[in-house]
């Protein structure tokens, strides 16, 4: 019977956690440079999905103060208009005002659907960048073309020279770690990105949220977090110098070793 009851609670543990739905009551929007009418997140029923209704600045929809590091996020994103073509997108380790702050460091993902110029270029695919510096003294054409306070890291796998199209629903999952980030669309990994990459010891924690530049209209729905699972693929460390001295002089001394022993 104890055996029974022991292999019952392996089975109970080795069952992976229902993602839980995200509730976006409470959550706030921050606008770049805090310019009134530059966005309208609008919860909808249910409150696990927002639609974002206004052609403005770079905006974020977030819940100041969680922390968002070690979970797994799900959900879908859609333009449900055919008019214009620019950025939708997610923020990770957001701060309340970071937009506009003199010390900004976050990480941004956007996705834009067709090249454009407008003060500067912007190219159209799915990318992941670092917003760090004064924000605040920053141009809304940082976030447009990528420069400035804005580093671009690197470009999708797949979808980094294509755009998303009108009236598509594509299903989104974002892992966050300290020293890892993953986003993959429809099931595809796109972006996977470690703090050593992005010149880090580690990301800044922080709030994830939603962006939208210049797009009305964007629906994000479904959303659910959850712990984040193992990396897929997984993230190899790599020996720091002096571990690798170490294994080399052992290896001498093994060989040395067998010498003498012959």
Do not use: C
């Not at 209209?217 to 712990?227: F, P, Q, R, S």
């Amino acid at each position: 019977m104890r055996l029974k009851l022991l292999a019952g609670a392996a089975a109970v543990l080795a069952t992976p956690a229902l993602a839980a739905p995200v509730d976006l009551t409470g959550w706030q929007a921050d606008v770049l440079d805090d310019v009134p009418g530059n966005a309208n997140w609008v919860v909808q029923p249910g409150n696990d999905s927002v639609l974002q209704t206004v052609n403005g600045l770079p905006t974020i929809f977030f819940k100041d103060g969680a922390n968002a590091q070690g979970l797994a996020l799900s959900g879908t994103i859609k333009v449900t208009t055919t008019s214009d073509d620019d950025y939708v997108g997610f923020v990770l380790g957001y701060s309340d005002g970071e937009i506009n702050a003199s010390n900004a460091d976050f990480i941004l993902i956007d996705w834009k659907q067709s090249d454009q110029f407008s003060g500067n270029m912007a190219y159209d695919g799915l990318s992941i960048s670092r917003v760090s510096g004064n924000a605040a003294a920053a141009s809304e054409y940082d976030f447009w073309g990528h420069e400035g306070v804005v580093q671009e890291l690197k470009r999708a796998t797949t979808l980094g020279s294509t755009g998303w199209a009108d009236n598509t629903e594509y299903t989104f999952d974002l892992i966050f770690l300290p020293d890892l980030i993953q986003v993959k669309v429809g099931g595809v990994l796109e972006l996977s990105l470690t703090a050593a990459e992005a010149g880090l010891a580690a990301f800044d924690n922080g709030s994830f949220g939603f962006y939208n530049y210049s797009q009305s209209n964007v629906l994000y729905a479904g959303i659910t977090e959850d712990v984040a699972p193992d990396p897929d693929p997984p993230v190899v460390g790599v020996p720091e110098p002096g571990m690798l001295g170490l294994f080399g002089l052992g290896l001498v001394g093994v060989g040395a070793l067998r010498r003498r022993r012959r």
